[in-house]
C-alpha cells in the first residue's frame, strides 16, 4: 500500500467526512446541563459496529453531574487488527458549550458554506471526531492486516472538568497503558501543531469578614468589601508583578500564556445580587462578608505549594498589618500541568506525517488552559499523549464557529498515515 492510495482513499470520503459533521453538529450536545448525550452515543455507535468496531456505551453512573435526568453517556469502539501490536486511541469529547449570542447561522444546522461548516461544535471539537473516524476507516481499508488496534472515543463533559468522561473511563481502567499506548485527542490546535500538554490550575475563594450595620452609620460595623479592597490592592503591589516575573520554557500559545497568570473569576460582597423581577432600592448596609473566586494558572515549573503559599503569605501580611481583618481561604479546583515529552512515540510519528502531508515543519504548542490529557495523565498514568486536530483554536467557544473542509481532509490524512506508521 503506497502512501498516495492511502491519501486518495480520504479523499474519495469527503462527502461523508462532510455528512459525519454536520450530522454530530445537528445533535445539540450542549454542557450544561449535558443534552443529547445519549443520542450523540447511539448515532456514533451505530456508524462504528457498521465499520466493525467494537462499541461500548458507558454512563458514568454517580459521576459528578451524572443524573437520570442528565445521564454522562459515553461511547468507545475498538477495532482490533489481524496481528498482536499497539493500540492508538483518538479521544474526542462530545459535549459542547451554550450557544451564546451574535450568531448569524443556526448553530445546530450544520450549514456548508464556502468549505466551512458552520455550527456549535464544528471547530470543538465534533469537526475533529469525525477527522478521526474517516481517518481509522480509511486507514483500514486499506490495511486490512493491520497490526494492533484502534480505538475511539467520544466522550462527556470535557467542557465541565471531564469527570464524567475521560476520568471515569481512565479511573476504570480505559487508558491504561498495557491496553492504550498511543493517544490523540483531536482538539482544534491547528492542522500543523501538536499540543504535549498543558499549564496547571488552582481555583480558591477567599472570603474576608466584617459585621453588618446601618449604612448610614458605617463607623458602627466594619466593611468587609473595604477589608477585601486591601487584599485586591496587596495582589496589585506585590502579586501580579512577582507573577509576571515567572516565565516558561513550555511552548505556551498564545505567547502572554508563557508566564503565570492569575484571573480574579469574580467578586461579591454586601446584599445578595436582587432577583429579577424586584425593581427597588438595595437597602443600607455594612457588608459582612465578601468574597472573590481566584484562577491561578501555573507553569511546570512551579509548585503547586509554592503558588498556594504566595497567597497565604500575601494574606498573613495584610492580617497582621491591617486591623480586624479575617479572612478565609478555600481550595476549589486544582489541576496539575502536564507536557508530554517530544522524543514520545506519537510525538514523532504525528511529527513525521504532518511534514509529509502539509511540507511543512510541525510547530510544538502547550495549551494555556486545560484539557482531557490531564486525566490520561495523571489517573491513566499513560505518557504517549498529545492534542493533534484540525480547527483554528481561537474559533472555539464563539459565534459563527466554523471548521474548514480541506483543514479536515488534511488532519485525516495526518491521521492515516499516523496509524500506518504506528500499525502496518
Ligand atoms: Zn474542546
New binding site residues.
Given amino acids: 500500500m503506497t502512501q498516495s492510495t492511502l491519501m486518495d482513499l480520504i479523499i474519495a470520503r469527503r462527502d461523508d467526512l462532510i455528512a459525519l459533521t454536520q450530522d454530530l453538529i445537528r445533535i445539540p450536545t450542549l454542557n450544561p446541563p449535558g443534552r443529547n448525550y445519549r443520542e450523540v452515543c447511539d448515532y456514533l455507535a451505530a456508524r462504528l459496529a457498521a465499520s466493525g468496531f467494537t462499541v461500548e456505551l458507558i454512563r458514568a453512573q454517580g459521576a459528578l453531574a451524572d443524573s437520570d435526568r442528565y445521564p454522562r453517556w459515553n461511547l468507545l469502539a475498538r477495532h482490533t487488527g489481524a496481528r498482536a501490536g499497539d493500540c492508538v486511541h483518538f479521544n474526542s469529547?462530545h459535549d459542547v458549550v451554550e450557544v451564546g449570542h451574535g450568531w448569524t447561522v443556526d448553530p445546530f444546522g450544520g450549514e456548508l458554506r464556502d468549505g466551512r461548516i458552520y455550527g456549535r461544535g464544528a471547530c470543538?471539537?465534533k469537526g475533529g471526531l469525525a477527522t478521526s473516524i474517516i481517518a481509522a476507516e480509511a486507514f483500514i481499508a486499506a490495511h486490512p492486516d493491520y497490526a494492533g488496534a484502534i480505538e475511539i472515543s467520544a466522550t462527556a463533559d470535557?467542557?465541565s472538568g471531564g469527570y464524567g468522561g475521560v476520568a471515569y473511563l481512565a479511573e476504570r481502567g480505559y487508558f491504561s497503558p498495557d491496553r492504550v499506548q498511543h493517544v490523540i485527542i483531536p482538539?482544534?490546535l491547528n492542522k500543523d501543531r501538536i499540543c504535549l500538554g498543558h499549564r496547571g490550575v488552582w481555583w480558591a475563594e477567599i472570603e474576608t469578614h466584617g459585621r453588618i450595620a446601618h449604612g448610614s452609620m458605617p463607623f458602627l460595623g466594619d466593611s468587609a468589601i473595604r477589608h477585601m479592597g486591601a487584599v485586591l490592592e496587596e495582589m496589585e503591589r506585590y502579586l501580579y508583578p512577582l507573577l509576571a516575573t515567572k516565565h516558561t520554557t513550555m511552548p505556551v500559545v498564545p505567547e502572554g500564556a508563557r508566564q503565570s497568570t492569575l484571573n480574579i473569576n469574580s467578586i461579591h460582597g454586601g446584599e445578595a445580587e436582587q432577583e429579577t423581577g424586584y425593581t427597588g432600592l438595595p437597602a443600607p448596609c455594612v457588608a459582612d462578608r465578601c468574597r472573590i473566586i481566584l484562577d491561578r494558572r501555573f507553569l511546570i515549573e512551579e509548585d503547586i505549594a509554592e503558588v498556594k503559599s504566595e497567597v497565604t503569605t500575601m494574606l498573613e501580611r495584610i492580617r497582621a498589618e491591617r486591623p480586624n481583618f479575617t479572612y478565609e481561604i478555600k481550595d476549589l479546583f486544582e489541576v496539575q500541568p502536564t507536557m508530554t515529552d517530544r522524543d514520545a512515540p506519537v510525538v514523532k510519528t504525528v511529527q513525521a506525517a504532518i511534514e509529509k502531508v502539509l511540507s511543512t515543519q510541525a510547530q510544538f504548542v502547550v495549551s494555556p488552559g486545560t484539557?482531557d490529557q490531564k486525566h490520561i495523565d495523571r489517573i491513566g498514568k499513560l505518557h504517549n499523549c498529545i492534542a493533534y486536530g484540525p480547527g483554528i483554536l481561537e474559533l472555539?467557544h464563539q459565534p459563527d464557529e466554523w471548521i474548514g473542509v480541506d483543514d479536515m481532509i488534511d488532519s485525516a490524512k495526518v491521521m492515516a498515515l499516523t496509524l500506518q506508521e504506528l500499525l502496518a
Fill in positions: 469529547h470543538d471539537m470535557e467542557e482538539e482544534p484539557y472555539a
